[in-house]
């Protein structure tokens, strides 16, 4: 039991084999309960606000002031109207678009550099404690504070014209303000990306690259078909978990630029501006449209790159 | 682990820049973070990339002591630490069935629990605070620890798993028929090999709640509970439409630092310590 | 241990402790009993078990909770609802007051003295946010949970016609409140339908700041028209000292302060932004030559290009930079623009005066905070008797003095004492007899956005005034009428 290393193949395995197929009956109802608390509380916390939600957006409310008393008189039915009004209004498209669009620049930015990141840590002896902090310190600031921070950097008077010698409006409509925002958040997530990828190379054992040395591969190949391959599984799940935050982003864009600044504004905003207008219905309307876009996105990426990883088979090798 | 670092001290300096990039990468913000809260509060409008006259009087007003700011950081560590101890004993039970046991409806498992993770926030806090009011919760801690466990689960349920699927499975059958049972097997082996990925998935939860808001302030409204977060939303200025850049500054580095320093503690003392022990 | 942490989880957050127990180690093979190991399949070897075991045992802890959980959602138990007017309420006891941070403790030592005098209806400060939106949420929050956490409510006055029509707020009544000796402006902010729905706590109006030296070396006086300003300004461009300063900027990001100040240049031509009636009228021709004034100054140059940006704190520092000649600010900016410890470059070199027109003195938009009452709120006899002490003139007073809040009564804008130590006091008090406070519109926030999209669109040369102006009118009427 104290020594077992991660190359290990015991001679003993199959030895194992025929004690699974008796344990298979249990197996069911030992996943149950492993699982059970997760959905204990999920189920409480978003199960229950998402039903409520899903259930407003089929809402439709009608509003009148009451000439006498100045009262507001509203009527509700149920209908589709609200999803019609997410469709047909001038509030879709542009925000779609942002919401996409800010989730492919900044995505990709974030891989690139994250794994870059996690590549130096890697392999960093000295210093090494010196560049998991740095990278850590994008990360936990919170995003209240870096959108403050940031927004006083691209003020116009602020030190980011100051060191482009430039007098770039930021904060005004346009594509500056657009690339404020994919800077900030890549600055601040980045390092999410790293960190995972990180955690992915540190468990390949070293023997792989080993081996790889004595074959006499150079670093590229190395990376590509050994270290690429074997942390994907960590990789994909971190641009997985950041295209549901970017396609959900909402804090830093209000933050940074404003809102109703239109090259900015994202689905998850328009919706919180529909619910501050008491438009509550049309609100989780455009939430539950969200939803449903992030929701296809995600299967989509699922499908496309990580397969194996909600695939039945738990270990196809075997 | 210490293997893979050795490969190749040919290039050594490509790798000095690639750490000096980063390091400038990740700081070169903070700096300046650092930088406009050492400034005297009048200095506030400056561009001047070194503080003069040097001040603390961000600092001194972060933590004046109407902000009870020192309490606030202690309810945040309270919460974040609550909040990721059991999130990852949750997620670390359902990544292992997800991961090693064969059982029906597994993808659609993963489906739900991502599924957690795709509705806007902001549309859930109304919903919430209505059944944490009937629950009798508001002002409590559980209304903060359990919302925060709950928008961490998703990323440590996939994530664990996809590290759990990643070991080797010969070795938990090798420990079982070395007479360990499944659960000591899964710990003694398992557990320790996948240090990396459960400790990192320990730091992003735990970043994660730390930087919770949405739920917080509107889950809390008695000065005693509320978390860091919050407190520093509530910073203004003396005449209402002057805005304490300084101040907010402060006190945002006084929330990360002690955050960075913990992990690379804990990065010492229980990574390092787990892996040994796995590998050696 | 487990032992432990099993006793203690019974009582505080069963579901998750009891799992970590399950889950965190498989020391607990005691626990199983004889009959549950039977019914697991006794003749199977211990560990598997305990593992079935411990299974069911969390699946049945957690659907008992779950279901508890489920049921106390369902019960309802805000179903009464709080009855009458405060008029007509003789509760007493504790409450509570929402507001903004208090900075100074000012409010503080205010409760204190409050809570001393009435042990048994002591008054709790609850702070909120800082920005006005963050506050706008808790408080639409608090209404729409119809929880009884806030009881008296510091509210920016442009949300009192919301609140109100909402019936959120309760109908104050006006007679115990010493509203006659307020300014009839300020007072104005705190009704609806012609009912008093809120008193004033606090109040603002923008003044013109303008850089007294160098009007001083053009043998300039403050400007009272737009033109007069735009002239003052080309003569000091023409001073050595005049180089890169610009004419004139107020708040122009497409942000609440856009709303106040394309009020302002609305209100300061002759128009309003919304009539008697309460229908919109930016479609007229004196709506027309405030936004043109608006549009000019970006297009001559008479404002500076990166003003679009301007909030407040970007406008003080241009001014505090000795950037502006010209600033339309609210009267905070004095206090920090005479800062002698060199932050400042223009201290004791402004002056300040009433905002310019098109053909006279101009008119400024109203600021401040209301009080008003919960709906949802208990104890509202103490909530009335609190607000009359709490908007006291004394109280007032001492707020003035400790965070140069303006108040709302007019006698204190006279007090020689006062004026001495704000020499601001007399121009603001001017300013303020002719304020107007923004649309009062239920629906604040579409027509704010309304205001907003078409106001800068033709600020940023996207659409001519006319266009921009049919549009207003076209959208703000639509929020205005209630679909």
Redesign the interface.
């Known amino acids: 039991m104290s020594v077992i290393t991660p190359t290990r193949r015991s001679p003993r395995t199959p030895a194992s084999r025929p004690a699974r197929s ?2 298979r009956a ?1 197996t069911g ?2 996943a ?3 699982l ?2 997760t ?3 999920l ?2 916390v978003i199960g ?1 606000p998402v039903v409520a939600a899903l259930r407003l957006s089929f809402q439709v409310s ?4 009451d000439p006498e ?4 008189v509203t009527r509700t039915s149920f209908g589709l109207d609200n999803y019609s009004t997410v469709f047909t209004g001038e509030n879709f498209l542009r925000p779609w678009w942002n919401t996409t669009s800010f989730a492919l620049a900044s995505v990709t930015l974030e891989v690139l550099i994250g794994v870059a990141m996690a590549l130096v840590m890697h392999r960093a002896l000295r210093g090494r404690a010196l560049v998991r902090a740095a990278v850590l310190v994008p990360w936990a600031i919170p995003t209240a504070i870096s959108g403050l921070l940031w927004k006083w950097i691209f ?3 602020g030190v980011a014209n100051d060191l482009l010698n430039s ?1 770039i ?5 346009g594509f500056h303000a657009w690339a404020s925002v994919v800077i900030a958040d890549t600055w601040k997530t980045a390092p999410f990306i790293g960190l995972l990828v990180l955690a992915g190379l540190q468990v390949i054992p070293g023997e792989l690259y080993e081996a790889a040395r004595v074959d006499g591969a150079s670093s590229w190949r190395t990376f590509w078909r050994i270290t690429l391959p074997l942390v994907r599984p960590a990789l994909v799940v971190a641009v997985l978990f950041r295209i549901l935050d970017v396609l959900r982003m909402f804090d830093l864009p209000y933050l940074l630029v ?4 239109h090259s900015v504004e994202t689905l998850s905003m328009i919706a919180f ?1 529909e619910m ?3 438009r509550f219905g049309t609100a989780a309307a455009y939430a539950t449209v969200l939803f449903a876009y992030v929701a296809v996105v995600a299967f989509a990426f699922v499908k496309l790159f990580g397969a194996d990883l909600i695939g039945r088979g738990t270990r196809s090798q075997r | 682990m210490s293997t893979t670092a050795r490969t190749g001290h040919g290039r050594s300096w490509v790798r000095r820049i690639g750490i000096a990039a980063i390091v400038a990468y990740c700081l070169a913000p903070f700096y300046w973070m650092v930088v406009s809260s050492l400034r ?1 509060p ?2 506030q ?1 400056s561009n001047a990339l070194v503080p003069s006259p040097v001040s603390f009087d961000n600092y001194a007003a972060a933590f004046d002591e ?1 902000n009870g700011f020192g309490r606030a950081l202690f309810n945040s560590l309270l919460v974040a630490g609550t909040t990721t ?2 999130t990852l ?2 997620a ?2 359902a990544g292992y069935a997800v991961a090693r046991l064969d059982f029906r409806g597994k993808s659609l498992v993963l489906t739900l629990v991502i599924a957690c993770s795709m509705f806007p926030p902001i549309t859930m ?2 919903p919430l ?3 944490f ?3 009798g919760w ?1 002002n409590t801690y ?1 209304a903060m ?1 359990v919302p925060s ?1 709950s928008f961490a689960l998703p990323l440590a349920v996939w994530n664990l798993s996809a590290f759990f699927r990643q070991m080797p499975a010969e070795l938990e059958s090798a420990a079982q028929v070395d007479g360990c ?4 097997a899964f ?1 003694k082996v398992i557990l320790p090999l996948a240090a990396p990925g459960v400790f990192t998935t320990a730091i992003l939860v735990f970043i994660m709640s730390w930087n919770e808001f949405l739920i917080a ?2 889950v809390v ?3 005693q509970k509320m978390t860091s977060n ?1 407190i520093v ?11 304490p ?1 300084g101040t907010q500054m402060a006190a945002g580095v006084v929330v990360t630092l002690p955050l960075v320093i913990a992990v690379l503690v804990f990065q010492r003392r229980i990574v390092d310590g787990l892996t040994a022990g796995g590998l050696k | 241990m487990l032992n432990d942490q099993i006793t203690m989880s019974s009582d505080r ?1 069963p ?3 009891r ?2 127990a ?5 020391s607990k093979e005691e626990h199983v009993s004889s009959s549950q190991l039977s019914r ?1 399949g006794g003749t ?1 070897p211990a ?2 078990g ?3 075991v ?6 049945s802890v ?2 008992a ?2 279901a508890a ?1 489920l049921a ?2 369902s ?1 309802d ?2 179903s009464e609802e709080p009855a009458g007017g405060p008029e007509k309420s003789a509760d007493r006891g504790p409450i509570t007051l ?1 507001t ?6 000012t409010i ?1 030592d205010q409760l204190d003295r409050w809570n001393k005098d009435h042990p048994k209806e002591k008054v709790t400060l ?6 006005a ?2 506050q ?3 408080f ?2 608090n209404a ?2 119809k ?1 009884d ?2 009881t008296v409510l510091n509210l920016d006055p442009v949300l009192v016609s ?1 609140f ?4 959120w707020i309760d109908e104050i009544p006006a007679g115990d409140f010493a509203l006659d000796k307020m300014l009839p402006s300020v007072v104005e902010t705190g009704k ?2 012609g ?1 008093q729905y809120a008193v004033p706590f606090n109040t603002n109006a923008g003044l013109l700041f303008y850089r007294k030296d160098l009007l001083d070396k053009v043998g300039a006086e403050p400007p009272k028209t737009w033109q007069e300003m735009k002239d003052t300004c080309a003569k000091v461009a023409k001073l050595p000292e005049g180089k890169g300063v610009d004419c004139y900027a107020g708040q122009f ?3 609440e302060g856009l709303t106040v100040n394309f009020s302002e240049a609305v209100t300061s031509a002759g128009g309003t932004i919304v009539d008697e009636q309460g229908k919109a009228t930016v479609d007229t021709p004196e709506a027309k030559k405030g936004l043109q004034f608006l549009v000019d100054g970006f297009k001559d140059g008479t404002f500076p ?2 003003s ?3 909030q ?3 406008g ?3 001014f ?2 000795g950037k502006l000649l010209f600033h339309r600010q ?1 009267p ?1 900016q004095w ?2 623009a005479n ?1 002698t ?4 470059k223009v201290a004791g070199k402004f002056g300040i005066a009433t905002l310019p027109g098109l053909d006279g003195p101009g008119r400024s938009s109203l600021g401040g905070l209301n009080l008003a009452v919960s709906k949802y709120a208990k104890n509202k006899a103490t909530a009335l008797d609190f607000m009359k002490y709490f908007a006291s003139e004394e109280n007032a007073r001492t707020n003035l003095e400790v ?3 303006a108040p709302p009564y007019a006698a204190l804008y006279d007090d020689p004492a006062l004026q001495k130590k704000f020499p601001y006091l007399a121009t603001l008090k001017q300013s303020l007899d002719t304020a107007l406070s923004r649309p009062p519109v ?2 604040y ?2 027509a704010t ?1 309304a205001i ?2 078409s106001a800068s669109a033709a600020m ?1 040369g996207k659409k001519s005034v006319d266009d921009a102006l049919a549009e207003m009118q076209k959208n703000l009427s639509a929020a205005i009428d ?2």
């Open positions: 008796t344990r249990g109802r030992l149950a309960a492993l059970s608390p959905f204990l509380v189920g409480l229950y009608s509003e009148s002031i008393t100045g009262f507001k003020n116009s008077e007098k409006l930021w904060s005004t409509d404003g809102p109703r600044k501006q501050s207008n008491l | 005297r009048a200095d409008f109407r101890v059991i004993v949750v670390i039970s806090v109304v605070l209505e059944l009011t009937d629950a508001i559980q620890i466990m049972t499944p659960a000591q710990r302030v509107s409204n008695e000065r919050v939303a509530l910073f203004t200025g003396q005449y209402k439409f002057d805005q850049f | 957050e579901e998750m402790l799992d970590c399950c889950v965190g180690s498989n697991a199977r560990a598997r305990t593992r079935r411990r299974g069911t045992m969390a699946v957690s659907a909770l779950f959980v106390g959602c019960s138990s805000s929402a903004g941070k208090d900075t100074t403790g503080q609850i702070e909120l946010p800082e920005s939106d963050q706008r949420q808790q639409v929050q729409q949970t929880s956490a806030y919301e109100a029509a909402n019936q609806y339908f009912k990001d497409k942000y290009k990166s679009i940006t301007y407040e704190e970007d003080r520092r241009a505090q930079a609210w905070y206090t920090l800062a410890d060199g932050s400042s965070t140069s809040s239920v629906r926030g579409d956005a907003q999209e940023n209630e679909k």
